[in-house]
């Protein structure tokens, strides 16, 4: 079969992958940096650094799984 | 122009609002990425029948979790614990379910685009005037309340002045739909959700391991006022205001689970619009089905947190008390995230909330655009123009909603008791929509006059039950009254559609076909079995089984 047709750059999931992941790598820096007292606020967990290393992985699973299904158009049969 | 102190003010410093401003320039790219697919007005309206359901699922639950989904549900937890699960796991999933595998064959494959378009061709034009402007009315109230909460958030929050968040908000709002439409709503609805659980579940993770994990919270909860009631949901008495126990099921069952929410998940078109914006009958189905395994975790990420904000900020803790201080209930998820996120995620919180409510509003004007072009504007007012038209309607439309919406803004920061009686109200009206529809696709005798008078009776009796409760003449505390409202609207409106069909003339059955369960052929109602829809988990019915088998297990879990 002849390879399919990749739809224009418009993916969700890559524009989601791309706002989390800035998140990500911003929270991760942050929570490297992190002054004790603001880990104290939340009896010793690191906040930032847990949630940016959460948010980067889940970056990459979303871009993976668009670059595992892209979106291929669909042609429909007219309608009405 | 002064800044309103308050206890509740963030101290957000420059990377908070780096996060905050990196997500607005995201939601106007998506805008402009999304008017390049619009080039006709059912692009705009309907995004073109093209999206995957794992989008349009997310985009249905994302519609609806605005200001008064996330803030109030994290109240009602601070207030009556865990009870607050049922508005999710019986106020919402078996109605999503019922509308994805019962009701969307009929709305998607009748191929209406609206709503009140559904009703026009069931019970012909009276009926669907009634039900277009009162829908366009609703909507243009509750976005400017929407557009009020966001201001109000920013201001306690941020400082900003009131006047300058509601013009800015409406900007960035109006400016996404006149570009994309729906497409660009539903993709920001989708970002949004995201966002909200990039959010939340950090505050409910850190909440939970500051208060010593789930025994410790069960413990403290216990030892507070609220007591270890608290801490299961049935049977909520608090919450239906029922004392006895019996009473107490039968009335969140029959009332939230049945008249209430069927009414608002099945007839309201800022839900269904986003199912008829599929890709086809399978997408379509599935988009409640899909959106009902987040529905039924987002407790998880907004109920706990006002539980643990309840027993954890010394402030609500002491109001829980004593009933006084400087904070109420509706307070519970901005403290926890004063009291425990550093800055950074602070950010990210709050992008969450303004994201919520920014969502909600935009919900709001995008289904008031379409009913506004389609059913009123193409049916009534100026008819057979050449689609572009329509398309330029559906932006102008856009505009002059949003400036209402400013407008009604303004109106609910004066009367506040107003605005919420109105929205309680708009509540009553779906049990009667509910009880038309369902009559009107499931027995073919109905008539056209039985639609709208029906229709009509049925609100009258909302009208009356909600104007008795308020003078005291019908007193229930908590939820009672609404369940008894919409219980009423629901079985007027049943019977009286009964006795004016049977007195009048019924439509031919072949104007029928299509929108009546007995006279659509089976092929019509169910997905056309095509090679992409292959896979156990692509099939609505069995996909709706398991998420009903979960909600069981939920219950069961937290009963």
């Known amino acids: 079969m002849a390879e399919k047709k990749k739809a224009g750059a418009f993916d969700i999931r890559i524009v989601i992958a791309a706002l989390i992941g800035i998140y990500g790598v911003l929270l991760t820096v942050l929570g490297i940096v992190e002054k004790q007292t603001e880990i104290d606020k939340a009896a010793g967990l690191n906040i930032n650094l847990w949630g940016g290393v959460t948010m980067l992985v889940f970056a990459v699973l979303f871009l993976l799984w668009a670059r595992w299904r892209p979106i291929v158009p669909v042609e429909k049969p007219g309608q009405e | 122009m002064l800044p309103q102190e308050s206890i509740l003010r963030l101290d957000a410093t420059a990377i908070d609002y780096v996060i905050i401003a990196l997500y607005f320039v995201f939601v106007l790219g998506i805008g402009h990425?999304?008017?390049?697919?619009?080039?006709?007005?059912?692009?705009?309206?309907?995004?073109?029948?093209?999206?995957?359901?794992?989008?349009?699922?997310?985009?249905?639950?994302?519609?609806?979790?605005?200001?008064?989904?996330?803030?109030?549900?994290?109240?009602?937890?601070?207030q009556y614990g865990m009870a607050t699960v049922h508005y999710f796991w019986i106020g919402a999933v078996p109605a999503m379910l019922f509308l994805g595998v019962v009701m969307m064959p009929f709305y998607y494959g009748s191929k209406v685009r609206s709503v009140p378009e559904f009703m026009l061709r069931r019970f012909g034009k009276p009926a669907h005037l009634v039900n277009a402007i009162s829908f366009a009315l609703a909507q243009l109230l509750i976005a400017g309340v929407n557009l009020f909460l966001l201001a109000t958030i920013v201001n306690v929050l941020l400082g900003w002045p009131i006047w300058v968040s509601v013009i800015a908000a409406a900007a960035i709002v109006l400016s996404y739909i006149t570009l994309g439409g729906l497409s660009a709503a539903i993709y920001n609805e989708v970002l949004q959700f995201f966002v909200i659980v990039a959010a939340l579940l950090p505050l409910t993770l850190a909440g939970l391991h500051k208060v010593g994990g789930w025994q410790g919270l069960v413990d403290k909860v216990s030892a507070s006022p609220g007591g270890a009631e608290q801490m299961s949901?049935?049977?909520?008495?608090?919450?239906?205001?029922?004392?006895?126990?019996?009473?107490?099921?039968?009335?969140?069952?029959?009332?939230?689970?049945?008249?209430?929410?069927?009414?608002?998940?099945t007839t309201n078109f800022v839900e269904v619009q986003r199912a008829m914006a599929s890709k086809d009958m399978s997408a379509a189905r599935r988009t409640p089905i899909i959106g009902s395994f987040p529905k039924m975790f987002i407790p998880f990420i907004v109920v706990i947190p006002g539980i643990i904000?309840?027993?954890?900020?010394?402030?609500?803790?002491?109001?829980?008390?004593?009933?006084?201080?400087?904070?109420?209930?509706?307070?519970?998820?901005?403290?926890?995230?004063?009291?425990?996120?550093?800055?950074?995620?602070?950010?990210?919180?709050?992008?969450?909330?303004?994201?919520?409510?920014?969502?909600?509003?935009?919900?709001?004007?995008?289904?008031?655009?379409?009913?506004?072009?389609?059913?009123?504007?193409?049916?009534?007012?100026?008819?057979?123009?050449?689609?572009?038209?329509?398309?330029?309607?559906?932006?102008?439309?856009?505009?002059?909603?949003?400036?209402?919406?400013?407008?009604?803004?303004?109106?609910?920061?004066?009367?506040?008791?107003?605005?919420?009686?109105l929205q309680q109200l708009f509540s009553f009206f779906n049990a009667p929509l509910f009880a038309t529809f369902i009559l009107g696709m499931f027995w073919k005798r109905m008539t056209a006059t039985a639609g709208w008078v029906g229709l009509v009776s049925?609100?009258?009796?909302?009208?009356?039950?909600?104007?008795?409760?308020?003078?005291?003449?019908?007193?229930?505390?908590?939820?009672?009254?609404?369940?008894?409202?919409?219980?009423?609207?629901?079985?007027?409106?049943?019977?009286?559609?009964?006795?004016?069909?049977?007195?009048?003339?019924?439509?031919?059955?072949?104007?029928?076909?299509?929108?009546?369960?007995?006279?659509?052929?089976?092929?019509?109602?169910?997905?056309?079995?095509?090679?992409?829809?292959?896979?156990?988990?692509?099939?609505?019915?069995?996909?709706?089984?398991i998420s009903l088998t979960l909600i069981i297990i939920l219950n069961i879990v937290f009963r």
């Open chain 2, 33 to 78: 990425l999304a008017r390049r697919a619009v080039s006709n007005s059912l692009d705009f309206f309907l995004s073109g029948r093209s999206l995957p359901a794992w989008v349009t699922g997310l985009a249905f639950i994302s519609a609806n979790l605005g200001a008064i989904e996330i803030m109030g549900m994290s109240a009602n937890g601070a």
């Open chain 2, 309 to 421: 904000a309840a027993v954890l900020v010394p402030e609500l803790a002491k109001f829980k008390a004593t009933g006084s201080g400087e904070v109420d209930y509706n307070d519970a998820l901005l403290l926890l995230i004063r009291d425990l996120l550093p800055n950074g995620m602070l950010g990210l919180a709050i992008t969450g909330l303004l994201a919520s409510f920014m969502a909600g509003m935009a919900a709001n004007l995008s289904s008031f655009n379409t009913v506004m072009s389609y059913d009123i504007i193409e049916r009534y007012v100026i008819k057979d123009r050449p689609d572009e038209f329509y398309l330029r309607t559906g932006r102008w439309a856009t505009v002059a909603g949003t400036l209402v919406a400013i407008g009604t803004a303004a109106i609910a920061s004066g009367y506040s008791n107003l605005m919420d009686y």
């Open chain 2, 458 to 545: 049925g609100t009258a009796t909302a009208i009356l039950v909600f104007v008795l409760s308020k003078n005291g003449v019908i007193d229930l505390p908590g939820q009672g009254a609404s369940f008894v409202g919409a219980g009423a609207a629901f079985v007027v409106d049943f019977l009286i559609s009964v006795v004016v069909s049977v007195a009048t003339r019924p439509k031919p059955e072949s104007e029928l076909v299509g929108l009546v369960y007995s006279l659509t052929p089976k092929e019509q109602r169910t997905e056309v079995a095509a090679a992409r829809d292959r896979g156990w988990y692509r099939r609505p019915v069995l996909l709706a089984g």
């Open chain 2, 233 to 265: 949901a049935w049977p909520g008495n608090a919450l239906s205001g029922f004392s006895n126990d019996l009473l107490s099921v039968i009335g969140i069952v029959f009332g939230l689970g049945f008249v209430l929410s069927f009414g608002y998940w």
